[in-house]
């Protein structure tokens, strides 16, 4: 469970990276390219965490069913060529896309796999979002809350009887983690010149379901804030 307290931390240190563009305003583009969106979602089972291919398709189709029923000046979808490597390429980029800084943002290129998808798209801008998010089963989140509350009872009869705090749990922190949480991050990729002119990572306060359609629509409309018209 330590993953998912270091994801924990995250979600709660931080509730948004500033979008960074390099004078790019999404208002004066009409319409955006959309790529195929891309996830990882890691299950947490008693057994430990696992990359989950089946969460990470519908965290990744979720995005997509929310934007195609929202107002975003954005294409049809383009795909991304499993065959060819774009969505593997894609894939493997936009795990890094999660520690960019924002002022790094004139570095960053995409892959030419991702511009070679755009090839026919009319559309020079073309909008990427990629999600990044944890589940835990419920047989996990369970056992957490009973080794914590067991841990709870043992260290108060040891500072009774002691004096030592904290015996089993030198933090002071008994309260199981959340169970599940989720980030997203928007880039705008530039085919003609092949890179990347804006940039916005958004990790809620409050933990959201990678999959839940509600959830996900109300993370789209903060990450997506400068294309709503």
Known sequence: MKRIVIALTVMVALSSCGAANQGFKASDVKEFAFLQPCAYIDFFTTQGGYYDQGYTNKAAQTIVDVITTERYPFADVTPLDYYDGQHNDAFNWAIGLREIKPSDIKRMR???????????????????????????????????????????????????????????????????????????????????????????????????YPTDNADVRSMLSKLLAAFIR
């Open 110 to 208: 995409a892959p030419k796999s991702l511009t070679a998808a755009l090839k026919d798209s009319p559309n020079r801008y073309a909008v990427f979002i990629y999600s990044f998010g944890y589940l835990t089963s419920k047989e996990a989140y369970d056992k957490e809350k009973f080794e914590k509350e067991l841990s709870r009872a043992i260290d108060n009869i040891a500072e009774g009887l002691t004096g030592i705090k904290g015996l089993t749990n030198p933090s002071g922190n008994y309260t199981p983690s959340d169970p599940y949480g989720n980030e997203m991050v928007c880039v705008v990729i530039d085919k003609d010149e092949d890179r990347i002119v804006y940039y916005k990572k958004q990790t809620p306060f409050f933990p959201s």
